[in-house]
């Protein structure tokens, strides 16, 4: 389970809001189109950075700052580590970005501040005090918290490669490719039409030129061919069951369908290989590693149930939510 952090949620923003801002000329710095800034990214720059120099992300003299801090706006800063670390994080969420190219890092650089300046902004209004905004902000806080107990709690707890074997071994027919059916029929409006057809076919007739000739069935043309199914869907549950235990060019007995009275012969039948275990390893160990984690949140949650006794209004809540079906 991934740490909850800037990487989840700060970087998809910021690279959004890159977008946003500076428009195709970000694709331009990113490295992914030309290199050519337009008039209309000159006058975001000099509206964020009014004084700076030609260097992207450049505020002007640095004298004014105390220590690592690249740029300050009232209360908050940044220092150069952190514009780093937040560099190397959005390198792993956008692959393409030349973190070491002075004018990818300076759009970071003044991305990040013109964010700031709105955040500022917005604090500095009354947005901060609305019951939407703090709702918004007590919900984030507590997906984070829940998301980071999670985090700790199965950071230990993986599936190993032996768990991975033993439940293939145990459970081969989930890991078997389902078989494919070409299947042709033909439809009698009788039971004794169809017996009749059938001595037909069991005397050497050709299926597909009998089907055209005496089926009653609307693809009797096409020699009763039939769209090919896989197991279990078949047209009809009399249908799979006369198959099952055909071989390719096998035929079935009469049986009752829907149309009438049905006998059927298997063109062919691919798939039904199991698939090897080394092509399955690693989703059956992804899938138990999360089968075990969630054992160990749903145990947790069983207890802190116990502890805590959730204390539930039944008639309140039958009116909200409803009464549980039976």
Same mark, same amino acid.
């Given at each position: 389970?991934?740490?909850?952090?800037?990487?989840?949620?700060?970087?998809?923003?910021?690279?959004?809001?890159? %977008?946003?801002?500076?428009?195709?000329?970000?694709?331009?710095?990113?490295?992914?189109?030309?290199?050519?800034?337009?008039? @209309?990214?000159?006058?975001?720059?000099?509206?964020? @950075?009014?004084?700076?120099?030609?260097?992207?992300?450049?505020?002007?003299?640095?004298?004014?700052?105390?220590?690592?801090?690249? %740029?300050?706006?009232?209360?908050?800063?940044?220092? &150069?580590?952190?514009?780093?670390?937040?560099?190397?994080?959005?390198?792993?969420?956008?692959?393409?970005?030349?973190?070491?190219?002075?004018?990818?890092? #300076?759009?970071?650089?003044?991305?990040?501040?013109?964010?700031?300046?709105?955040?500022?902004?917005?604090?500095?209004?009354?947005?901060?005090?609305?019951?939407?905004?703090?709702?918004?902000?007590?919900?984030?806080?507590?997906?984070?918290?829940?998301?980071?107990?999670?985090?700790?709690?199965?950071?230990?707890? @993986?599936?190993?490669?032996?768990?991975?074997?033993?439940?293939?071994?145990?459970?081969?027919?989930?890991?078997?490719?389902? %078989?494919?059916? *070409?299947?042709?029929?033909?439809?009698?409006?009788?039971?004794?039409?169809?017996? =009749?057809?059938?001595?037909?076919?069991?005397?050497? #007739?050709?299926?597909?030129?009998?089907?055209?000739?005496? =089926?009653?069935? =609307?693809?009797?043309?096409?020699?009763?061919?039939?769209?090919?199914?896989?197991?279990?869907?078949?047209?009809?549950? &009399?249908?799979?069951?006369?198959?099952?235990?055909?071989?390719?060019? #096998?035929? *079935? #007995?009469?049986?009752?369908?829907?149309?009438?009275?049905?006998?059927?012969?298997?063109?062919?039948?691919?798939?039904?290989?199991?698939?090897?275990?080394?092509?399955?390893?690693?989703?059956?160990?992804?899938?138990?590693?999360?089968?075990?984690?969630?054992?160990?949140?749903?145990?947790?949650?069983?207890?802190?149930?116990?502890?805590?006794?959730?204390?539930?209004?039944?008639?309140?809540?039958?009116?909200?939510?409803?009464?549980? @079906?039976?």
């Amino acid at each position: 389970m991934k740490k909850p952090g800037f990487i989840t949620y700060g970087i998809p923003c910021l690279a959004l809001g890159i %977008v946003f801002l500076t428009g195709c000329d970000l694709l331009n710095q990113l490295g992914l189109g030309h290199k050519k800034q337009d008039n @209309s990214q000159k006058i975001l720059d000099a509206a964020v @950075s009014p004084d700076s120099s030609a260097v992207p992300g450049s505020q002007g003299t640095s004298g004014a700052l105390p220590g690592n801090i690249l %740029v300050r706006i009232g209360d908050w800063s940044l220092t &150069a580590d952190e514009f780093n670390d937040r560099l190397n994080l959005l390198k792993q969420q956008l692959p393409d970005f030349k973190e070491n190219d002075s004018n990818s890092r #300076g759009a970071v650089l003044d991305e990040l501040v013109r964010q700031q300046l709105l955040v500022k902004d917005a604090e500095d209004s009354d947005i901060g005090n609305t019951k939407e905004i703090k709702d918004a902000i007590e919900d984030f806080r507590k997906t984070l918290l829940v998301q980071e107990l999670a985090s700790r709690m199965t950071k230990s707890i @993986s599936a190993t490669e032996d768990e991975a074997r033993t439940y293939y071994d145990a459970n081969k027919d989930r890991f078997t490719e389902p %078989v494919t059916w *070409s299947v042709r029929q033909i439809i009698a409006g009788d039971e004794a039409t169809a017996k =009749s057809i059938l001595v037909q076919i069991l005397q050497g #007739g050709d299926f597909a030129q009998i089907a055209q000739a005496q =089926s009653k069935a =609307s693809n009797a043309a096409d020699g009763g061919k039939i769209k090919p199914f896989i197991t279990g869907k078949a047209p009809f549950d &009399a249908m799979q069951i006369a198959i099952a235990n055909l071989d390719e060019g #096998g035929t *079935s #007995g009469v049986f009752k369908g829907p149309e009438g009275y049905y006998i059927v012969k298997v063109d062919s039948k691919t798939g039904g290989a199991i698939k090897p275990f080394v092509d399955v390893k690693k989703d059956l160990v992804y899938g138990l590693t999360m089968q075990k984690q969630q054992a160990v949140i749903l145990s947790r949650l069983k207890e802190l149930a116990e502890k805590n006794k959730p204390e539930y209004n039944k008639d309140l809540i039958e009116q909200v939510i409803g009464k549980p @079906s039976s």
